[in-house]
């Protein structure tokens, strides 16, 4: 992990001791703590911006990735659907994704991919 990347989550980890729910840090640490391959805490703040955020497809689509990368992909699709369901429809993103690569295999993958296209 480079210097930067300590620095900020660092940095960020001290603004959420004194603002847990500052959601717009929350989401940064999350992306910040998977970059370096801290993945269970980057599904931590995941599920923590899916409890302030429930109605943000893009929070659950990120909820998706961290699973997938946990390799848990029930749950992975579970979440992904629920971000669908939210209104999620970026479809190319899905498709080079490399966080959701262990699911373009899945059936259930291509069942979401088809319920996006047909509401196109």
């Known amino acids: ?17 004194k603002e847990p729910q500052f959601a717009e ?3 940064l640490l ?8 801290r993945i269970e805490d980057g599904l931590k703040m995941d599920r923590k911006l899916v ?4 109605a943000s497809p893009v929070v659950h689509y990120n ?3 961290s699973l997938a990368l946990k390799r848990r992909f029930k749950d992975a699709l579970a979440a992904l659907a629920r ?10 993103w899905m498709l080079e994704d490399p966080d959701l690569e262990g699911l373009r295999s899945h ?5 979401l991919l088809k319920e996006i296209k047909s509401s196109l």
Do not use: W
Request: net charge negative.
């Open 83 to 92: 971000a669908v369901e939210l209104g999620y429809q970026d479809i190319q």
């Open 1 to 17: 992990m480079s210097d930067q990347h300590m620095f900020e989550i660092s940095f960020y980890e001290s603004i959420l001791k």
């Open 63 to 65: 909820l998706a990735c």
């Open 30 to 37: 999350g992306g910040l703590y998977t970059n370096a391959g």
């Open 51 to 54: 409890r302030l955020r429930p």
């Open 107 to 111: 059936p259930a993958f291509q069942r």
């Open 25 to 27: 840090v929350i989401e």
